[in-house]
């Protein structure tokens, strides 16, 4: 068969056909997206506050065992530093789960502006103590009748501190949760003044 030659213009428009074919499918990319040059594609660059914790967070991971007990002995030696130092100073921040919170902290400064009869139960007992063991009759006595009569005392004034605390904090705290905090109360009264943890931070005759 007779072979025609071809129009130029036919040729020539074939290939301008095949050469924008692949250019037409070629995904579209978005050239305001920045992208860090590690990451795969399609990853956005994280923020320098994530990339930031995340170097840390690699840092302070312990690398052996021996490391980590190390570190976790070191952490507890230094919240037990900071505990102390707030039972000293009643910083509210690193105080034991009990002593915290408002109703506590009140409950503290109620026993320490007053003078409890239960506060001298440790010096009186030991006086009763060494009275009672001399071998004198009428001295047995008295450290008999004197006990009777300081546990009488103490009893009357741990019922008189409990119903003034409950009224305070009724009337203080009404919506706060004041379970346990005159049992608290109570037994900080038969704690020596100096002797007392978180220390008192008011003076005797003042209103807490």
Same mark, same amino acid.
């Given at each position: ?17 095949? !050469? ?9 990319? *978005?050239? #305001? ?6 990451? %795969?594609?399609?990853? %956005?660059?994280?923020?320098?506050? !994530? ?15 021996? =490391? ?12 037990? !530093? ?29 026993? *320490? ?5 239960? =506060?001298?139960?440790? %010096? ?26 300081? &546990?009488?005392?103490? &009893?009357?004034?741990?019922?008189? &501190?409990? &119903?003034?605390?409950? #009224? ?41």
């Amino acid at each position: 068969m007779p072979r025609y030659p071809l129009p130029l213009g036919f040729v020539f428009r074939s290939r301008a056909k095949e !050469e924008k074919a692949p250019a037409d499918k070629a995904p579209v990319t *978005d050239s #305001k997206q920045t992208r860090d040059p590690q990451a %795969p594609k399609g990853r %956005p660059t994280p923020k320098r506050s !994530e990339a930031q914790s995340q170097r840390r967070s690699v840092a302070s991971t312990p690398t052996t065992r021996k =490391e980590g007990a190390k570190r976790q002995r070191d952490e507890r030696r230094a919240a037990m !530093e900071r505990q102390r130092q707030a039972l000293a100073s009643g910083d509210e921040r690193y105080l034991p789960a009990r002593d915290k919170g408002p109703v506590r902290r009140f409950a503290r400064d109620f026993v *320490d502006s007053r003078l409890c009869v239960a =506060e001298f139960f440790l %010096p009186m007992a030991v006086i009763i103590l060494v009275l009672s063991m001399v071998r004198v009759g009428a001295l047995q006595s008295i450290a008999l009748l004197l006990w009777l009569f300081v &546990i009488v005392l103490i &009893i009357v004034d741990s019922i008189s &501190i409990a &119903i003034r605390l409950r #009224k305070q904090l009724a009337t203080r705290f009404p919506n706060e949760r004041t379970k346990g905090a005159v049992a608290y109360a109570l037994m900080r009264s038969l704690q020596m003044r100096r002797l007392r943890l978180p220390k008192p931070q008011v003076k005797r005759g003042e209103r807490p």
